[in-house]
């Protein structure tokens, strides 16, 4: 059973920092594609951040120049480190794995919340 685990979710003031982390624990396989998504009510999920197997990122223009995204093959964990944070960052932020097998795996979701 493949399971993602988030961690780093919280309260942070406007320009703060604050990073996310998500771990893969069971027999996931070779992952391709790991990436970060968000979501507020009543909007779709919106693609933040990803990294190819080859170390390629893409990032949407809203966070490029403030979020990097990193991962770790040997851990199966992928982080996403988010500066300069604004108010409408403020989301529910779900991490995504897809393994060269075309398996897809979600992570339960995390909220940050940028608040003064």
């Known amino acids: 059973q493949v399971q993602l685990v988030e961690s780093g979710g919280g309260l942070v003031q406007p320009g703060g920092s604050m990073t996310l982390s998500c771990a893969a624990s069971g027999s996931i396989g070779s992952i391709n594609v790991m990436a970060w998504y968000r979501q507020t009510p009543g909007k779709e999920r919106e693609l933040v951040a990803a990294?190819?197997?080859?170390?390629?990122?893409n990032y949407v223009d809203s966070v490029k120049g403030r979020f990097t995204i990193s991962r770790d093959n040997a851990q199966n964990t992928v982080y996403l480190e988010m500066n300069s944070l604004k108010p409408e960052d403020t989301a529910v932020y779900y991490c995504?794995?897809?393994?060269?097998?075309?398996?897809?795996?979600w992570g339960q979701g995390t909220q940050v919340t940028v608040s003064s």
């Open positions: 995504n794995f897809r393994t060269w097998a075309s398996a897809t795996y």
């Open positions: 990294v190819s197997g080859g170390g390629l990122r």
